[in-house]
């Protein structure tokens, strides 16, 4: 049984961090694209972040530049998202995502329907 579980969330101020991490069980990581969705009620998912699995090149939503960063670690099969400078509208919940040998332009990265494995989500909250 393939599982992802992330781990992370929690109510944060304004300006401030918080890294989130996603553990996959049931599969090799280092052979999975990895990727963070968020969806905030009333809302569509929407990417967030995701790091490819040949060269860990990384690819981001516009918005999250220079404030979010994707990482992982293969041998602990799991996958962070630092986020800095959180803002408000960051809230929602962050869902983790793999894709078995995912690869291709980096529009590819962004769509739900390309990830095989999804977690249940983390809850993220930033108050004003």
């Known amino acids: 049984q393939v599982t992802l579980v992330e781990s992370g969330g929690q109510l944060v101020q304004a300006g401030g961090s918080l890294r989130l991490s996603c553990v996959l069980s049931?599969?090799?990581?280092?052979?999975?694209?990895m990727a963070w969705f968020r969806q905030s009620p009333g809302k569509e998912r929407e990417f967030v972040a995701a790091?490819?699995?040949?060269?860990?090149?990384?690819h981001y939503e516009d918005s999250n530049k220079g404030r979010f960063t994707i990482s992982r670690d293969n041998a602990k099969s799991t996958v962070f998202l630092e986020m800095v400078n959180l803002k408000p509208e960051d809230t929602a919940d962050y869902y983790c995502?793999?894709?078995?040998?995912?690869?291709?332009?980096?529009?590819?990265?962004?769509?739900?329907?390309?990830?095989?494995?999804w977690g249940q989500g983390t809850q993220v909250t930033v108050s004003s």
């Open positions: 995502a793999a894709s078995f040998r995912l690869s291709g332009r980096a529009e590819v990265f962004r769509r739900t329907e390309v990830y095989d494995y």
């Open positions: 049931g599969e090799d990581m280092s052979t999975h694209a």
């Open positions: 790091v490819e699995w040949k060269s860990d090149n990384a």
